[in-house]
């Protein structure tokens, strides 16, 4: 962890994300260890590298990129249920689920997105930090749903901002165990998404919250079904 502790002790750069991570963390009551802030500094420092080439994030300075990123994945920690297998679909840079999986090693996260070069990207930060359990897959998340491996496997599946409500559960309950629940990451208009026909199919949970310093909106939409 030497080189990983560095980042944030001697990168100018990341220092003051590690901080603004810490500080952020605690406003939002999730517990977190100075190994884990530096495993998301090194996830951090690497989208800031690879976006140079690949459009990962609009998001390129250090301290808006803690919050918005990783402030914004930590949010979803309170949220979790006893989850043991959780597909986050069009993870683009790993959000919220890298985050998530430093916090939470004994869940198993599978990251899908449709473009190769992010998927690329994603393998080789999950090398970079060491992490296991996780994989990232290179797909269409509507063929998943014919795949035997990926067909009602999963205890969760989550998205930031990835589709409109109603078309991400569509994705989504196919990949569904029985009992299988559905988190929808989404901004201020949130509630606007949540349909007649969404009502009538599921049971659903709304949580709004706020990004600590920007004090942007945010909803958690859990759906389960009735």
């Given at each position: 962890?030497?080189?990983?502790?560095?980042?944030?002790?001697?990168?100018?750069?990341?220092?003051?994300?590690?901080?603004?991570?810490?500080?952020?963390?605690?406003?939002?009551?999730?517990?977190i260890?100075?190994?884990?802030?530096?495993?998301?500094?090194?996830?951090?420092?690497e989208?800031?590298?690879?976006?140079?080439?690949?459009?990962?994030?609009?998001?390129?300075?250090?301290?808006?990129?803690?919050?918005?990123?990783?402030?914004?994945?930590?949010?979803?920690?309170?949220?979790?249920?006893?989850?043991?297998?959780?597909?986050?679909?069009?993870?683009?840079?790993?959000?919220?689920?890298?985050?998530?999986?430093?916090?939470?090693?004994?869940?198993?996260?599978?990251?899908?997105?449709?473009?190769?070069?992010?998927?690329?990207?994603?393998?080789?930060?999950?090398?970079?930090?060491?992490?296991?359990?996780?994989?990232?897959?290179?797909?269409?998340?509507?063929?998943?749903?014919?795949?035997?491996?990926?067909?009602?496997t999963?205890?969760?599946?989550?998205?930031?901002?990835?589709?409109?409500?109603?078309?991400?559960?569509?994705?989504?309950?196919?990949?569904?165990?029985?009992?299988?629940?559905?988190?929808?990451?989404?901004?201020?208009?949130?509630?606007?998404?949540?349909?007649?026909?969404?009502?009538?199919?599921?049971?659903?949970?709304?949580?709004?919250?706020?990004?600590?310093?920007?004090?942007?909106?945010?909803?958690?939409?859990?759906?389960?079904?009735?």
């Amino acid at each position: 962890m030497v080189l990983l502790d560095s980042l944030c002790s001697q990168n100018p750069g990341m220092i003051g994300f590690c901080e603004r991570v810490k500080q952020g963390s605690e406003k939002i009551a999730v517990k977190i260890t100075d190994e884990q802030i530096s495993l998301m500094a090194a996830h951090a420092a690497e989208l800031i590298l690879w976006n140079k080439k690949i459009n990962l994030t609009a998001i390129v300075d250090p301290l808006a990129m803690a919050e918005k990123h990783f402030i914004d994945a930590l949010a979803v920690q309170p949220f979790l249920g006893k989850e043991k297998r959780i597909m986050d679909m069009g993870t683009g840079g790993g959000f919220p689920s890298i985050p998530l999986k430093i916090l939470n090693p004994s869940i198993h996260f599978v990251l899908v997105d449709s473009s190769r070069k992010k998927v690329n990207f994603l393998k080789h930060v999950i090398r970079t930090l060491g992490l296991e359990n996780i994989g990232a897959i290179h797909s269409r998340v509507e063929d998943l749903a014919f795949e035997d491996s990926h067909a009602g496997t999963y205890d969760a599946v989550m998205s930031r901002a990835f589709a409109g409500l109603e078309k991400f559960v569509g994705f989504a309950l196919p990949l569904l165990k029985p009992a299988g629940k559905i988190y929808a990451l989404k901004g201020k208009h949130a509630p606007d998404e949540i349909t007649p026909a969404l009502k009538s199919q599921f049971e659903i949970r709304t949580d709004h919250y706020q990004l600590p310093f920007e004090k942007s909106d945010r909803y958690m939409i859990q759906l389960g079904k009735l």
